[in-house]
C-alpha cells in the first residue's frame, strides 16, 4: 500500500490504536476520517490532530452505518482506505447467567458485525479506487484469553472472514490486511494484569511495527508476542491454550 496522499476511514479512531495510526497516516500527508460513538472523544481527538475529520457512528448501528458511508461517498468519492479498528474488550464469567443478554453478545455487533456491514456499505467505491481493507483483529485470534471468550471469538471469526474478504476482492483490485496487535496499553487492556504473561507495547510500537508491514506488502501483520501466538497454535495449540487460561483465570473469579 502506498502509505502517502491516500483517503483514509478508521473507525474508533479517537482513542487508543486507532487514533495513533490516525495521526501517524495524517503525519504521512493522508486525509483521514475517524469515527466513533462519543463525540467528546471525537472532539478531542480532533483538537490533537489538525485536518482529521470526524463522524459520529456507531459500528452496531446498520443504519448509522449506511448513513455514515453514504455521507464519505459524497464528500469523499477519493476513498481507498478502510480501517477497522473500532472494538471493545469484556471479561466474562460463562458458569453464570447474565441478566442482560444483549450486553452479552456486543462485541459480536461491534468487532465482527461493525467491519463486515462497513465493508458492504463501501465496497463500491473502494473497487471503484482500487482500494485497501485494513481489519484490526488480534493475536487473540489464534489462541483465546479464557476470560473474554466473546471477545476472542469475535477475533477468530475476524480473521476467518478477513481471508475470505481478501481471497474474493483480489480479483477485484482490492488489497485486504489484516493487523493482528499484540496487547498494546490503552483503555481497552487497562484491567489486564501485570502477571497475565504479556509483554503490553506502546501505541507508538505497534504505529512503527504497523507501518513497516505495509511498507513489506504483508498480508498479515503480527508485531511481537501476537506472532509468537500465531506460532505457538501451530506448534503447541494445547499447552499455549492451557497458559493463557490459567493465566486469565483471576479476571473472571469473585
Ligand atoms: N489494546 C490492545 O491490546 C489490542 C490488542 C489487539 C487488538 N486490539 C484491537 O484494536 C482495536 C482498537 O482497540 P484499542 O485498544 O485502541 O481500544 P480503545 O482505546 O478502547 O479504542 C476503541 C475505539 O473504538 C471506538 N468504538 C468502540 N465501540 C465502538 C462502536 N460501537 N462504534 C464505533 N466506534 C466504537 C471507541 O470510541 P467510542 O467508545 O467513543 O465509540 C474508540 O475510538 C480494537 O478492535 C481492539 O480489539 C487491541
Not at 495513533?20 to 490532530?49: C, D, H, M, P, W
Not at 498494546?184 to 501505541?203: C, K, M, N, Q, Y
Amino acid at each position: 500500500m502506498n502509505l502517502t496522499g491516500n483517503t483514509i476511514l478508521i473507525t474508533g479512531g479517537s482513542t487508543g490504536i486507532g487514533l495513533a495510526l490516525a495521526k501517524k497516516f495524517v503525519e504521512l500527508e493522508n486525509k483521514v476520517i475517524i469515527t466513533g460513538r462519543t463525540e467528546s472523544k471525537l472532539a478531542q481527538a480532533a483538537s490533537e490532530v489538525s485536518g482529521i475529520e470526524t463522524i459520529r457512528c456507531n459500528a452496531s448501528d446498520a443504519l448509522a452505518v449506511a448513513d455514515m458511508a453514504a455521507r464519505v461517498k459524497k464528500d469523499h468519492p477519493q476513498l481507498n482506505v478502510l480501517i477497522n479498528n473500532a472494538g471493545i474488550f469484556l471479561n466474562k464469567n460463562l458458569s453464570k447467567n447474565d441478566e442482560d443478554l444483549s450486553t452479552l453478545t456486543a462485541e459480536v455487533d461491534i468487532n465482527l458485525s461493525g467491519p463486515i456491514r462497513t465493508v458492504a456499505a463501501l465496497i463500491d467505491v473502494l473497487i471503484q479506487n482500487r482500494g485497501t481493507v485494513i481489519n484490526v483483529s488480534s493475536g487473540l485470534a489464534f489462541v483465546p484469553l479464557a476470560s473474554a471468550p466473546v471477545y476472542c471469538a469475535t477475533k477468530a471469526a475476524l480473521h476467518s472472514y478477513s481471508l475470505s474478504l481478501r481471497a474474493q476482492l483480489q480479483d477485484h483490485g482490492v488489497r485486504v490486511i489484516e493487523l493482528m496487535p499484540p496487547a498494546v496499553r490503552t483503555e481497552l487492556t487497562a484491567d489486564l494484569p501485570e502477571d497475565a504473561g504479556f509483554t503490553i507495547i506502546s501505541t507508538d510500537e505497534l504505529v512503527v511495527a504497523t507501518i513497516k508491514g505495509l511498507r513489506a506488502d504483508r498480508d498479515e501483520i503480527r508485531p511481537g508476542q501476537a506472532n509468537q501466538l500465531h506460532w505457538m497454535s501451530r506448534v503447541a495449540p494445547g499447552f499455549i491454550n492451557r497458559q493463557l487460561a490459567k493465566n486469565s483465570k483471576s479476571l473472571t473469579s469473585e
